[in-house]
Protein backbone atom coordinates (compact mmCIF):
# COMPACT_ATOMS: atom_id res chain seq x y z
CA UNK A 1 0.00 0.00 0.00
CA UNK A 2 2.88 2.15 1.19
CA UNK A 3 4.49 1.94 -2.45
CA UNK A 4 1.89 2.77 -4.21
CA UNK A 5 1.11 5.82 -2.17
CA UNK A 6 4.64 6.81 -3.14
CA UNK A 7 4.09 6.08 -6.56
CA UNK A 8 1.07 8.52 -6.79
CA UNK A 9 2.85 10.97 -5.19
CA UNK A 10 5.43 11.30 -7.97
CA UNK A 11 2.53 11.89 -10.80
CA UNK A 12 0.81 14.95 -8.47
CA UNK A 13 0.93 18.33 -8.89
CA UNK A 14 2.55 20.83 -6.37
CA UNK A 15 -0.81 22.19 -4.75
CA UNK A 16 -1.67 18.25 -3.65
CA UNK A 17 1.61 17.23 -3.09
CA UNK A 18 1.50 18.83 -0.07
CA UNK A 19 -1.99 17.27 1.29
CA UNK A 20 -0.92 13.87 -0.14
CA UNK A 21 2.36 13.61 1.45
CA UNK A 22 0.60 14.98 5.29
CA UNK A 23 -1.66 11.83 4.91
CA UNK A 24 1.27 9.45 3.84
CA UNK A 25 3.41 10.44 7.27
CA UNK A 26 0.21 10.25 9.13
CA UNK A 27 -0.32 6.64 8.14
CA UNK A 28 3.33 5.88 8.99
CA UNK A 29 3.42 8.32 12.44
CA UNK A 30 0.46 5.40 12.81
CA UNK A 31 2.32 2.22 11.47
CA UNK A 32 5.31 3.73 13.85
CA UNK A 33 3.22 3.47 16.82
CA UNK A 34 1.42 -0.18 16.00
CA UNK A 35 5.13 -1.32 15.60
CA UNK A 36 6.46 0.22 18.84
CA UNK A 37 3.52 -1.69 20.72
CA UNK A 38 4.69 -5.08 19.33
CA UNK A 39 8.87 -4.20 20.31
CA UNK A 40 7.07 -3.25 24.08
CA UNK A 41 5.09 -6.94 23.85
CA UNK A 42 7.83 -8.54 22.76
CA UNK A 43 11.65 -7.12 23.43
CA UNK A 44 12.64 -8.34 19.80
CA UNK A 45 15.17 -5.65 18.50
CA UNK A 46 14.32 -5.35 15.13
CA UNK A 47 11.27 -3.50 15.35
CA UNK A 48 13.36 -0.94 16.79
CA UNK A 49 14.84 -0.75 13.10
CA UNK A 50 11.84 -0.86 11.54
CA UNK A 51 10.73 2.13 13.43
CA UNK A 52 14.28 3.69 12.36
CA UNK A 53 13.89 2.57 8.77
CA UNK A 54 10.03 4.01 8.69
CA UNK A 55 11.36 7.04 10.47
CA UNK A 56 14.12 8.09 7.59
CA UNK A 57 11.29 7.35 5.16
CA UNK A 58 9.05 10.38 6.49
CA UNK A 59 12.17 12.61 6.14
CA UNK A 60 12.88 11.52 2.47
CA UNK A 61 9.13 11.76 2.22
CA UNK A 62 9.85 15.54 3.55
CA UNK A 63 12.26 16.29 0.94
CA UNK A 64 10.37 14.56 -1.70
CA UNK A 65 12.87 11.78 -2.16
CA UNK A 66 10.45 9.23 -2.64
CA UNK A 67 12.76 6.75 -4.42
CA UNK A 68 14.67 6.98 -1.17
CA UNK A 69 11.60 6.51 1.25
CA UNK A 70 10.44 3.23 -1.36
CA UNK A 71 14.12 2.10 -0.60
CA UNK A 72 13.63 2.56 3.53
CA UNK A 73 10.40 1.64 3.80
CA UNK A 74 10.83 -2.21 1.56
CA UNK A 75 13.79 -2.50 4.12
CA UNK A 76 11.94 -1.70 6.87
CA UNK A 77 9.09 -4.73 5.48
CA UNK A 78 11.84 -7.42 5.33
CA UNK A 79 12.90 -6.51 8.97
CA UNK A 80 9.23 -6.72 10.03
CA UNK A 81 8.62 -9.76 8.51
CA UNK A 82 11.57 -11.11 10.12
CA UNK A 83 10.87 -9.56 13.39
CA UNK A 84 7.23 -10.67 13.52
CA UNK A 85 8.41 -14.68 13.05
CA UNK A 86 10.63 -13.86 16.15
CA UNK A 87 7.88 -12.19 17.91
CA UNK A 88 5.39 -14.78 17.06
CA UNK A 89 7.81 -17.38 18.70
CA UNK A 90 8.48 -15.46 21.60
CA UNK A 91 4.57 -15.28 22.71
CA UNK A 92 3.99 -18.95 21.70
CA UNK A 93 6.75 -19.42 24.07
CA UNK A 94 5.17 -17.26 26.70
CA UNK A 95 1.62 -19.10 26.08
CA UNK A 96 -0.01 -15.78 24.63
CA UNK A 97 -0.85 -17.13 21.60
Known sequence: ?????????????DEEIVGAEKLLIAYLNTLIRE????????DVK???DVNAKLENAIEQIKQ?????AMQLVSEAISTATTSGSQ?????????LI
Do not use: Q, S, W
Open 64 to 68: HNYTD
Open 35 to 42: VNIAANAT
Open 46 to 48: GFK
Open 1 to 13: MTFGLLEVLGTMR
Open 87 to 95: AAETLKENG
